[in-house]
Structure formats: C-alpha cells, structure tokens
C-alpha cells in the first residue's frame, strides 16, 4: 500500500536514538536551585526577621520561579528522558516522521513551554497508524 519510503509503512526503518542524558548537570542545577532557596529563608528569618511563614512563602515562590523559567529545558529533559529509557516497542508505534517525542522537542524548542506542550500533545492526538507521514512543527 505505501512505499518502504513512506512513514505511515510497517516497513519505513525508523531510526532511534538514545540520548545521553547530563544527570551531573540537573542534580548540581537542581542542588543550586535548592540550597539558593533554603538561602533566601534563612536570610529572610534570621537577618530580616520576618516571619516564618512568610519566609517559607518566599523561598518556595522563588524555587517555583527558577522552574518557570527554566520550563522549556525542564521539558526538553523530560522528552529525552523518555525517549533514553521508554522501549522501542513503545517508540514505534508513531507513523509520523519526526517521531511524536521528536516533535515535542521541536515544538517546545520552536514556541517555547505553553505553547509548544499544546503543540506536541495536539499531534499525540493526532498520532494514529491509519494517519502518519511527514510532518514538521
């Protein structure tokens, strides 16, 4: 029905790729992120003296900020996270070119966090073996 070239095919070869993931980087970003918010409550009840409710209130809204900011790489870690360690029973299920993972990495990349999470689960929707082929963000 479909030519060996052509994704919606059982036999298009797909190619996967196990990416390698930074784990030193997001435990020494995660630490910083932590003792940097652990900082500011100690700072904001011991040299401030403010409350103590407050205090955690700030610090916890700080470490809420830093993941907002940084919510497009959080994201993209994520995707390649499921993309090192899901099994290739699972990942070949897409008829797309660029696999679903693939194009959520694009999407977010592309738009960035909101948008692009709307993007890549809007073609999850669309991912279904009757449909495929090529398709770019």
Do not use: T
């Not at 290739?88 to 692009?116: D, H, N, Q, T």
Request: aromatic share 18%; proline share 4%; glycine share 4%.
């Amino acid at each position: 029905m479909y030519s060996d070239s052509d994704p919606r095919s059982w036999a298009y070869e797909r190619k996967y790729c196990r990416p390698k993931l930074r784990w030193k980087k997001v435990f020494v970003s995660i630490f910083g992120v932590m003792l940097s918010s652990f900082a500011i409550y100690i700072i904001s009840v011991y040299k401030i003296h403010l409350n103590n409710k407050f205090a955690i209130f700030l610090s916890i809204s700080f470490f809420v900020l830093v993941c907002a900011f940084n919510a497009k790489r959080i994201l993209i870690w994520f995707v390649k996270a499921y993309q090192r360690f899901a099994p290739i029973s699972v990942r070949c299920m897409c008829r797309f070119e660029p696999s679903c993972s693939e194009y959520m990495i694009l999407s977010l990349s592309k738009y960035g966090a909101i948008k692009g999470v709307a993007h890549g689960i809007n073609r999850i929707w669309r991912c279904a073996h009757k449909d495929g082929g090529f398709d770019f963000p």
